[in-house]
């Protein structure tokens, strides 16, 4: 059976590199028999803000209106709006979920920021039972393809920007690690805007020969939920704990024990 593949694609500018970026990840996938669609957050007038209107009909509590607990209950009634109940069908039926958009302010945009915000509703996407490696996800895919502003030198654990594994922690443990996803290594584009065009090119065709077998990749590490005791707030386990004693490395970027950071934990699958 052919994958099926969900780009979510938020740039303004049919002319930007990320546009390019997303144009080649569709011919691809295409040329391999997979079914590419595409949710172009920006030409869809996607609303970004979480609110009441999300949901149609009247809310349970809206005095002390809790958007998560609301939202859980509309989808389970069928109340939520159209455009969150489209792309939840989306995400439902994708193999693979691509999300491609420049990095601003070290996170994603606020239209794509808005799009995990509505779209991965609890029940839908988590539940507190449902999360992590036991998450409704387990068996989808989902990586994010994005360019940066700053040369890959100033992400560096030396560079003035920072480590970028630390800045992906929140994005890929916390959004699609969380939701059960299988998380890709990322596509990182370092500062397209500042390379000559035969730097624009290679990175192009970098990406489309990555994309060949992108589906047959092995995914990130990400210490599983049964490592944590939950009757103890979710810590780590002493036998997980032990189990890393004498390990230069912490586990992962976030549950790190103290240690060191693992080195590209967060961008490159096996390490």
């Known amino acids: 059976m052919a994958s099926k593949v969900l780009i979510v694609y938020a740039h ?3 002319g930007s590199f990320s546009a390019a970026a997303k144009d080649a990840a569709v011919e691809v996938l295409k040329s391999q028999g997979c079914s590419v669609e595409v949710s172009d957050l920006y ?33 389970e009634e ?17 193999d693979l979920i691509v999300f491609q958009f420049p990095m601003y302010w070290f996170s994603v945009p606020a239209i794509l920021k808005g799009w995990f915000d509505r779209v991965l509703t609890q029940g839908f996407a ?21 360019t940066t502003g700053s ?11 920072g480590d970028m594994n630390v800045t992906l922690w929140p994005l890929q443990n916390g959004i699609l ?7 890709l290594a990322p596509q990182i584009f370092w500062a ?22 992108v589906l047959k990749e092995k995914p990130l590490s990400f210490t599983p939920m049964c490592c944590f005791d939950s009757e103890k707030g979710f810590q780590l386990k002493p036998e997980a704990i032990e189990k890393y004693a004498n390990k230069e490395f912490g586990l992962t970027v976030g549950i790190h024990i103290g240690r060191p950071l693992p080195p590209n934990s967060q961008m490159k699958a096996g390490v």
């Open 12 to 14: 303004q500018s049919a």
């Open 192 to 213: 397209p805007a500042l390379a000559p065009p035969k730097c624009r090119t290679y990175m192009l065709e970098g990406w489309r020969t990555r994309l060949q077998d």
């Open 43 to 75: 030409a869809m007038k996607f609303k970004a803000t979480a609110t009441a209107e999300d949901i149609t009909g009247e809310v349970k509590n809206a005095e002390h209106f809790c958007y998560a607990e609301e939202t859980k209950v509309a989808w």
């Open 78 to 94: 069928g109340r939520l709006c159209a455009d969150i109940t489209e792309e939840q069908r989306k995400v439902k039926e994708a």
């Open 126 to 146: 988590y539940t507190q039972e449902k999360r992590y490696s036991q998450g409704i996800f387990e068996k989808k895919k989902a990586m994010l393809s994005f």
């Open 177 to 183: 690690h969380y939701c059960g996803f299988q998380v």
């Open 151 to 161: 040369m890959e030198t100033e992400f560096s654990p030396n560079g003035i920007n």
